[in-house]
Nanobody
Framework: QVQLVESGGGLVQAGGSLRLSCAAS????????MGWFRQAPGLGREFVAA????????YYSRSVKGRFSISRDNAKTTVYLQMNSMKPEDTAVYYC????????????????WGQGTQVTVSS
């Protein structure tokens, strides 16, 4: 079993920054691909970013590329999402997710999820 616990959400003004953390436990962290997804009210859960277990390669959605940065610390079994130049449309519940295997952007490919953390960007 895998447990994922997100933290770091909150309220920020447009143009500001937040860093989300996701602490993982339960299985060898270094073999997981880790991803971040988000879900705004009334919308589906969408892919934000992912980091490969194999070589640390990172992947981003078009809407956040250049503003967000995903990273992982295998020693701390934690993945981070640094969010800069934030916009009101970034407002959502952000979820950490894990899968065994290569990076995927489909939520259906991730078998483990955290409980989510709310991020609100005011204009």
């Amino acid at each position: 079993q895998v447990q994922l616990v997100e933290s770091g959400g909150g309220l920020v003004q447009a143009g500001g920054s937040l860093r989300l953390s996701c602490a993982a436990s339960g299985r060898p962290f270094s073999t997981w691909t880790m991803g971040w997804f988000r879900q705004a009210p009334g919308l589906g859960r969408e892919f934000v970013a992912a980091v490969s277990w194999r070589d640390g390669s990172t992947y981003y959605s078009r809407s956040v590329k250049g503003r967000f940065s995903i990273s992982r610390d295998n020693a701390k079994t934690t993945v981070y999402l640094q969010m800069n130049s934030m916009k009101p449309e970034d407002t959502a519940v952000y979820y950490c997710a894990a899968r065994v295997g290569m990076v995927q952007s489909s939520r259906a490919e991730y078998g483990y999820w955290g409980q989510g953390t709310q991020v609100t960007v005011s204009s």
